[in-house]
């Protein structure tokens, strides 16, 4: 079944809503608590999840049958909230050269990466970034989602995406030496 007939569902039956958090739950999550530490991420799927529930009659089902991107945008509009914690994090791992993951597989894969000395200038570089912008990379490197899942959402137009992404992709790639940060793994 998918997400959009699911939140269909839930307008007749709330309980139904149940079914997406379980869904996505764990997605959201690991997004957040890359971008905030675990125990805002707690947070911020609790709060996800219930403007979400609030929100599901606005949901256009129609053309939007998957809804983690929309999902990951009111995420997104959450850690913002908290982004004095995320830039603060992201300095002190800058003076740490440590950059912390949420998930084991994803330290497993930094720890086989090469990647011990682009920790210290990558966190630099994403405390140095505009929210928006380090918005959109992250959605793109750590999400996974489109530049058209990206813009459902953020509610941005596409252009705007793109724009974004490479202004934050030119201030990475600056501090790590000309390595692209999408192509390489952030973690």
Excluded: C
Aim: hydrophobic share 45%; glycine share 4%; proline share 3%.
């Amino acid at each position: 079944m998918s997400d959009a007939a699911l939140i269909e569902r839930s307008w007749r039956d709330p309980e139904d809503f149940a079914l997406l958090f379980d869904r996505h739950a764990g997605h959201i999550h690991r997004y957040a608590a890359r971008r905030l530490g675990d125990d805002a991420a707690d947070d911020v799927v609790s709060e996800t999840f219930l403007a979400a529930f609030r929100r599901r009659r606005a949901y256009d089902t129609a053309t939007h049958p998957q809804a983690l991107p929309w999902l990951y945008g009111i995420a997104t509009n959450f850690i913002r909230r908290h982004q004095r914690a995320e830039i603060h994090r992201y300095k002190a791992y800058s003076k740490m050269g440590v950059l912390f993951d949420a998930d084991d597989a994803a330290q497993q894969a930094l720890e086989r990466a090469s990647a011990h000395a682009v920790r210290r200038p990558l966190a630099q570089a994403l405390a140095s970034l505009k929210a928006r912008d380090r918005d959109v990379l992250l959605l793109v490197a750590w999400a996974d989602l489109t530049y058209e899942e990206i813009a459902h959402a953020l509610s941005i137009p596409i252009g705007t995406v793109r724009s974004r992404l490479n202004r934050a992709r030119a201030v990475v790639r600056d501090a790590l030496g000309s390595t692209d940060p999408t192509t390489e793994q952030i973690s």
